[in-house]
């Protein structure tokens, strides 16, 4: 974030704490139809048209460190290997052999050469993922080697997380993310590593689960600290980004502002816990607010100078949701055990998403009651809008049946830049 945005959004948290209503002309929102949360025609359209066509995070480069390191990823319910070449590129590929459809691999990390079939041995290369040898090949007639190559999927690196897109025809990653990654660049992922990863199942849609993170209405409600809050959701700034992805910054309350020793909400302070290692170039808003990203579509980042974590968002079927959540530190410690300053960190985390779950169960057995005429959602959860309209994009808004559909409103107050 370089100072002019700094600026714009000290700016706009004024402005938020100041408004009497919603902006001058911001579009009405009509009742999102629950229908997107629970038919199986809306799983499936987003089944064939959204997650085969998304980019998603499948990893991390350093776990494949070297040529031929590969992992599998099956999160987009394809079996997928990533594997790292000899050119030191990381490339993606169908695990399905094609001879008869086995996986090519099936430990969840390796290395090799080249990827050999477990089952009759087909030999493919890690680089391009050419069929380079046969066993028995005299017993295949007419056979073409160059027709039985691995099937390749877009992949590519940022910062060090790999991400993967089953589209030959996705925009490149950056200019998918280009708005995001611009101003995530400081918070220098490619120098941190993945610790204490956590996953729980949720008997909900998929979308329900995003939501939660979208917005901050409900934070002192869901949140609160007996009797107070950390921050003020009336001075939240959205920004609303290109494909669906935003980036929501919450001033401290009045209580976490005075804790701090701040003047005010807009007295940004390098605050840094000595306990922790700092991520030096960390801007002094993100230390003093709450800022999180959200990369189109199952991925949230709460950000902050010491580390922060991923949450991503897999749905298992219409109504079972996965959330995985994995931090991101610079580490300098050995070994899986967590120094007692991250587990206490890790623990409060973990108290925070156990609050945002209570109601997610309870939410998806209400969208499916008589009672649940239709989602609202106000000007400040603007967010989730946003993120509804993308779906739709991805979907094609033709292939919805109207009723389903949301609005295509926002365009007029996307950020480019
Ligand atoms: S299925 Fe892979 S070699 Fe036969
Ligand atoms: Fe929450």
Same mark, same amino acid.
């Given at each position: ?16 704490f100041?408004?009497?209503?919603? &902006?001058a ?10 229908d997107?949360?629970?038919t ?17 995070m ?11 390191d590969?992992?599998?990823f ?5 079996p997928?290997v ?16 094609q ?8 430990d969840k ?12 041995g ?5 680089d391009?993922?050419?069929l $380079?040898?046969? &066993? ?6 007419? #056979? ?5 190559? !691995? ?10 997380? $790999?991400?993967v ?7 490149s ?13 400081? !918070? ?14 949720? &008997? ?11 917005? $901050?209405?409900? #934070? ?15 001075g ?5 980004? =290109? ?19 701040m003047?005010?909400?807009?007295d ?7 306990r922790?290692?700092?991520?030096p ?12 990203f ?15 974590? #991923?949450?991503m ?14 931090h ?9 055990e967590? =120094? ?7 623990d ?12 997610m ?9 008589p ?34 559909? $949301? ?9 480019r830049?």
């Amino acid at each position: 974030m370089d100072a002019a945005l700094i600026e714009r959004l000290t700016r706009e948290m004024e402005a938020q704490f100041a408004r009497p209503g919603e &902006p001058a002309g911001f579009p009405k929102f009509h009742d999102i139809s629950v229908d997107r949360y629970i038919t199986d025609e809306f799983y499936e359209l987003e089944r064939k048209h959204l997650w085969s066509k998304v980019w998603v995070m499948a990893g991390r480069a350093e776990d494949v460190p070297n040529p031929g390191d590969y992992f599998t990823f099956g999160d987009l319910k394809v079996p997928i290997v990533v594997v790292r070449g000899n050119d030191m590129k990381v490339r993606a590929f169908y695990n399905t052999c094609q001879h008869r459809g086995a996986p090519v691999v099936r430990d969840k990390v390796g290395c090799a050469n080249q990827l050999r079939c477990q089952y009759h041995g087909w030999v493919y290369s890690i680089d391009n993922g050419n069929l $380079v040898s046969i &066993p028995d090949e005299r017993d295949f007639i007419d #056979f073409c080697r160059e027709d039985k190559s !691995l099937s390749a999927i877009s992949c590519d690196v940022w910062q060090g997380w $790999v991400f993967v897109n089953q589209d030959p025809n996705a925009a490149s990653l950056q200019e998918w993310f280009g708005v995001p990654f611009a101003q995530m660049e400081e !918070l220098a992922g490619e120098e941190l590593r993945a610790v204490g990863p956590r996953s729980m199942t949720i &008997p909900c849609n998929w979308k329900v689960t995003a939501e939660a993170f979208f917005e $901050v209405y409900h #934070f002192k409600f869901i949140h609160d600290r007996g009797g107070w809050s950390a921050l003020d959701n009336r001075g939240a700034t959205m920004g609303l980004f =290109p494909n669906g992805c935003s980036r929501m910054v919450t001033p401290f309350s009045k209580k976490a502002v005075e804790m701090r020793g701040m003047k005010d909400w807009s007295d940004f302070q390098k605050f840094s816990d000595p306990r922790f290692i700092d991520i030096p170039s960390v801007n002094n808003l993100i230390r003093s607010t709450s800022t999180a990203f959200s990369l189109f579509p199952n991925l949230i980042a709460p950000v902050a100078s010491y580390g922060y974590p #991923f949450l991503m968002f897999w749905p298992i079927d219409k109504k079972t949701t996965r959330l995985d959540w994995v931090h991101y530190a610079p580490k300098n410690w050995e070994g899986d055990e967590l =120094p007692p300053h991250w587990q206490q960190r890790m623990d409060e985390f973990d108290h925070i998403m156990d609050e945002d779950k209570r109601n997610m169960a309870p939410m998806q057995e209400s969208l499916e009651s008589p009672a649940m005429k239709g989602i609202v959602v106000n000007y400040q959860e603007r967010r989730i809008w946003n993120f509804h309209e993308q779906v739709d994009r991805m979907i094609g808004i033709e292939n919805i049946p109207e009723h389903m559909r $949301v609005q295509q409103l926002l365009a007029p107050y996307i950020e480019r830049e």
